[in-house]
């Protein structure tokens, strides 16, 4: 508790600035315009653009005292995203400390694009959604809490705090953004993918015990749990072999509600009759391999660790 006069100050400071730049006390012309915080939410005229600043540095602060203090990182794996990433990564809140666009193989210049917006690029030539976000964690510096979500603009980064503050409040070690639980735009989930979240959460709930409704992109992570499940996956298994190890491994994990939106262009599994096969069959592999592992059974402790630490 000896920092919490610190923290109090900073809260008190960052306030001060949201509320000074809000009535153009920081106004000017001359400083380079800053990524947008939130997205389209905090956009401001070009005259503003110390504004833009401080505000970001302010809503950061009020992150951080928020957050515990705590650093993140957010892994975007990315494939032909060229019209979407850029807004993807400008929607990451201004409290995220690094973002990581992990490019699977693009040719339509998502690496530039992506670039641009602020993020930091690595590229993984090995197609799989798997491969891309094992190359992305591993181009993070050494944070606290991983964040996923994908690169077409489907998962929507206002709900990230829902995914983050479980997690650096100490309540929960990794987070499940449920799109089944929250507000899905028409059409955004198709009828196979809707099928498949059905079946494969109901397999893990018969064999393990546990209660997840969705196997969405859209999750949190502490870095210390995700390295003790041993990822290894590098195609369509990759969310659902984290939440089977997540349930095998002891973790404590919720579910949040958050928004799913129409993806841009086409997808690259449920767009498609074979993608969509491919992945069922991949994920279904998944959990008979699981369950084939020694003391792989119901985990007795499942519903003491879904109530927290």
């Not at 494939?79 to 201004?94: D, H, L, Q, T, Y």
């Not at 404590?252 to 074979?274: H, W």
């Not at 491919?278 to 391999?289: C, N, P, T, W, Y």
């Amino acid at each position: 508790m000896r920092d919490a006069p610190l923290r109090f100050a900073l809260l008190c400071r960052a306030i001060y600035i949201v509320w000074a730049t809000s009535v153009g006390e920081y106004r000017s012309s001359s400083v380079p315009p800053a990524r947008p915080v939130f997205g389209r939410h905090w956009r401001t005229p070009a005259r503003n653009r110390l504004g833009d600043v401080r505000r970001r540095d302010a809503i950061r602060l009020l992150g951080l005292c928020v957050r515990s203090g705590k650093t993140i990182g957010c892994v975007i794996p990315a494939m032909n995203e060229a019209a979407a990433i850029g807004r993807v990564v400008a929607g990451i809140p201004g409290w995220v400390d690094h973002i990581v666009v992990a490019d699977n193989g693009s040719v339509d210049g998502t690496d530039d694009v992506a670039r641009t917006a602020g993020a930091t690029v690595v590229y993984e030539p090995h197609v799989g959604y798997g491969a891309a976000c094992l190359a992305g964690i591993n181009a993070l510096p050494d944070v606290d809490v991983v964040v996923f979500l994908d690169g077409d603009l489907s998962d929507d980064p206002d709900d990230m705090a829902a995914l983050v503050d479980p997690i650096a409040s100490g309540s929960f070690q990794f987070v499940v953004g449920s799109r089944v639980r929250g507000v899905v735009e028409a059409g955004a989930l198709t009828p196979q993918q809707r099928f498949g979240n059905w079946l494969a959460t109901g397999l893990i709930r018969r064999i393990w015990g546990a209660e997840f409704t969705d196997l969405g992109p859209f999750r949190a992570i502490e870095r210390d749990a995700l390295r003790r499940l041993q990822m290894s996956d590098r195609t369509f298994g990759w969310t659902v072999e984290m939440q089977i190890k997540a349930v095998r491994t002891g973790l404590s994990f919720c579910e949040v509600p958050v928004a799913y939106r129409r993806r841009v262009g086409t997808s690259k599994i449920s767009g498609t009759v074979g993608g969509s096969l491919r992945a069922g069959a991949k994920i279904l592999s998944m959990i008979a391999r699981e369950a084939l592992r020694p003391n792989s059974g119901r985990n007795e402790e499942v519903s003491r660790q879904r109530g927290g630490r």
